[in-house]
């Protein structure tokens, strides 16, 4: 029953509608491109825009959109900025959205061929579970020391792993329409033995037919970045997923390239891969609109309108080629602007 977030039905008309959570700094610009695009493209979806303010202390707003979110079972979304000042008690809010749902993480990183990166690296899927692990989000915080409990069980890894394998399944058959894949499984090894008995247990015994590989963190780490074409789909507990999908994002061209998507068991949430706010980059129409723009074409894919999800991703990544139009994270000049009308 988890993390299957099965799409709700479109509505009368065959429209959908999806929570819109604008965030804070390069979110509000880059979802009001999407807004555009997809009524250029006419899109039968429906945005239904939810402010969640940051600055508050109380959770009001946030709670809001949970209920929003419910109702619609899909969102959008940009970071909420958080303020690291306030003591742990204080629960980001963008952690309160995945934690209400228990949601399996995914961030898709590729390489384009038009993008000057670090390493040459096709496609590397990374999932992981939001909620248990290191970010069950139990703290016991007197004034110090604070104790931060890992919370393990075999019902999430087994969670992780099936909605791991379900996702770069889905992952692969879209794709094949392009070009082959075969994917290959890593996992890697957390705190104990645990987590790594029960995922080979589990990968052994009912995913017999795909090929796994289990992996420490620490040699990982440095594999990752010298060699990371032997990655094609890695599975790990949140904290890990975090740091990794992060190195893949900086491997293949930074935050602005890499969507990102949460699945859970009553709604999914789509943002980028990377959780930034990009605020001293706000509203100068130089924010590269394309980890945004893939991240609503995932959520496209998940209401099933592939059709739709193919023409614009077919379109953002074309543009991606023309190197005039890059945006100065890639090292261009481009603007936000110039790419979402190139990709029109
Ligand atoms: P800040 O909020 O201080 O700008 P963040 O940690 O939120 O910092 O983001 C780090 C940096 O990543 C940003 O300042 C920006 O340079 C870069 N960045 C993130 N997203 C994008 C994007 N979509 N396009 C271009 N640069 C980005
Ligand atoms: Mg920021």
Known sequence: ??????????KY??????????????????????????RFCCVPVDFEVVNVNSSLTEEDDINNAITAIRRNGVALKGNIETNHTLPPSHKSRNNLLRLVDEQGAV??????????QPQKQKAVQSTSWNCSHLYSAIS????????????QTAKSYNALLTFSFRKAKQTEKLSRRHAPV?????YVWSIGGFYFLV????????WNSVCTNSCLCLPLSSQLVSKPQQFDVMVMPNLYGNVVSNVCAGLVGGPGLVPGANYGRDYAVFETATRNTGKSIA???IANPTAMLLASCMMLDHLNLHTYAAMIRGAVLKTMNETRLHTADIGGQGTTLEVVQSIM
């Open 1 to 10: 029953t988890h993390a299957h977030a099965e799409p709700p039905p479109a």
């Open 13 to 38: 008309g065959g429209r959908h509608t999806v929570t819109l959570i604008p965030g804070d700094g390069i979110g509000p610009e880059l979802l009001n491109h999407v807004r555009e695009l997809f």
């Open 107 to 116: 961030s898709l990183s590729c390489t384009h061929a038009g993008v000057d």
């Open 140 to 151: 016991v915080q007197s004034v110090a020391p604070v104790t931060s409990q890992a919370v």
């Open 182 to 186: 075969r994917h290959s499984y890593s």
């Open 199 to 206: 995922i080979r247990f589990i990968a052994g015994l009912l």
């Open 283 to 285: 509203n100068k129409n």
